[in-house]
């Protein structure tokens, strides 16, 4: 238990859908990221949100729409998805201030997207 | 080019030997350097970081960093079965105040009986 919960921890849809990815942080942390992580591929960072403010866009499709309406809680909406976009999605936070370990990152355990 | 490196695998090592992990990148503004392990199946948890050039050393784990040569590299002494899992190699570029935390695509480390 590593104080990051996500769900739901599977999920499929077609490519018509409208769905939602919830990551919750239990640990007071400042900063929240949704990475992507496909097989045999890097984790991909998509977005970071430090201190509720989004300041990592990292080139990802509008059908991707990130929400963070409190430090605790970070929503990845997701609508009209490709088949490629089937991964695990992964959230993680971390404390950004001093004292901390820069660049210690605390994921849950993915939510795992299948696309049709 | 790739940002970070690594060679995907599978390392195979004997029970009790020493595996070696390697990792480049190429960013020479990254700052600090981590090495992830993710069992399968499971979220990647951090293991080691390092921020000087040298090594540092955390039980049987030694992160060795050498940033003239933009090379990073974990050493597992005694390798046991519960070892068995992917090692992500992690760096961070701290831009604009807050993390950006870029990671090789792993290598998957198998320690057999």
């Known amino acids: 238990e590593t104080g990051v919960t996500q769900t739901p921890r599977h999920l499929v849809m077609g490519m018509t859908n409208k769905k939602s990815l919830k990551c919750e942080q239990h640990?007071?942390?400042?900063?929240m990221y949704w990475y992507k992580q496909s097989a045999k591929k890097p984790l991909e960072l998509m977005f970071v949100?430090?201190?509720?403010?989004?300041?990592e866009n990292n080139s990802v499709p509008s059908r991707f729409s990130p929400e963070c309406p409190n430090s605790s809680h970070l929503f990845l909406h997701l609508h009209t998805l490709q088949p490629e976009d089937s991964a695990l999605y992964l959230c993680?936070?971390?404390?950004?201030?001093?004292?901390?370990?820069?660049?210690?990152?605390?994921f849950g355990e993915g939510s795992r997207l299948t696309v049709l | 080019q790739k940002e970070v490196e690594q060679n995907s695998g599978p390392l195979s090592v004997p029970e009790g030997a020493i595996a070696s992990l390697n990792c480049t990148y190429s960013?020479?503004?990254?700052?600090?350097f981590f090495w992830y392990r993710q069992y399968s199946g499971k979220s990647p948890e951090l293991i080691m970081f390092?921020?000087?050039?040298g090594d540092k050393e955390d039980g049987r784990f030694t992160a060795q960093l050498n940033k003239a040569s933009q090379y990073v590299s974990l050493l597992i002494r005694d390798s046991q079965p519960s070892d068995s899992a992917t090692y992500l190699c992690?760096?961070?570029?701290?831009?604009?105040?807050?993390?950006?935390?870029?990671f090789g695509a792993g290598t998957r480390l198998a320690v057999h009986p």
């Open positions: 640990l007071g942390h400042n900063a």
């Open positions: 949100y430090s201190l509720e403010e989004r300041v």
């Open positions: 992690a760096v961070n570029l701290i831009s604009g105040g807050y993390n950006k935390l870029i």
């Open positions: 993680a936070s971390s404390q950004d201030r001093e004292g901390a370990v820069a660049g210690e990152l605390f």
């Open positions: 960013d020479r503004g990254s700052q600090s």
């Open positions: 390092i921020y000087s050039n």
